[in-house]
């Protein structure tokens, strides 16, 4: 059973540029959440997608959007690059049942992103 | 005030012993609690997760949250070396997750 993964592992952009990051749900899971998550400090939750739709909205500019394929898939594009957006961005899956997602989520490998 | 506060350590105990982490919380709406376990150059792993004021045991591991206090803690009982990690706690107080930045635990053999 695969778990979550997520392309690229790195990736190295500079300023200004516009990005794109992937992530494969875990088998089963609907659900996909977005986390930025800096050195030294705990993920910060960015968006969640379910049934195709942002879910939720953590505090990130509209720089930051998202999308959640048929097959629950998600893909993280960020524009504008700036030096402040370098940071391991982690993609979690999870299963939206009558518990809700919380206590099923998985999350990725992660996508280290530098930003020169 | 940060949303979820912990102890940045580093915190080390010898192997055996009980290893105590603490999480303090502003949103006292919140309903639902986390611990994660994060190696270093890895993902967070969720540990256990409590929903309801008093203890919750799995293994060597025991949650304990305190809404009045705003409060929730995860023991470590018997740590062992491979406990050596980073512990984030997380709280959702609504649809999302807010973590704190994680306490380092060091268990000395």
């Known amino acids: 059973d695969a778990g979550v993964t997520q392309s690229p592992t790195h990736l190295i952009k500079t300023r200004g540029q516009q990005v794109t990051l992937r992530c494969s749900p875990k088998s089963g899971h609907d659900t996909v959440s977005w986390y930025q998550q800096a050195l030294g400090q705990g993920p910060q939750f960015i968006f969640q997608?379910?049934?195709?739709?942002?879910?939720q909205r953590g505090n990130f500019p509209d720089r930051f959007s998202g999308h959640q394929f048929p097959n629950y898939s998600s893909e993280l594009n960020v524009n504008a690059l700036l030096l402040g957006d370098s940071a391991l961005y982690l993609c979690?899956?999870?299963?939206?049942?009558?518990?809700?997602?919380?206590?099923?989520?998985?999350f990725g490998p992660g996508t280290r992103l530098t930003v020169l | 005030q940060k949303e979820v506060e912990q102890n940045s350590g580093p915190l080390s105990v010898p192997e055996g012993a009980i290893a105590s982490l603490n999480c303090t919380y502003s949103?006292?709406?919140?309903?639902?609690f986390f611990w994660y376990r994060q190696y270093s150059g890895k993902s967070p792993e969720l540990i256990m997760f409590i929903y309801s004021n008093g203890d919750k045991e799995d293994g060597r591991f025991t949650a304990q949250l305190n809404k009045a206090s705003q409060y929730v803690s995860l023991l470590i009982r018997d740590s062992q070396p491979s406990d050596s990690a980073t512990y984030l706690c997380a709280v959702s107080p609504s649809n999302d997750m807010r973590f704190g930045a994680g306490t380092r635990l060091t268990v000395k053999p």
């Open positions: 997608y379910y049934e195709e739709e942002e879910r």
């Open positions: 949103d006292r709406g919140s309903q639902s």
């Open positions: 979690a899956s999870s299963l939206v049942g009558t518990s809700g997602w919380k206590d099923t989520q998985y």
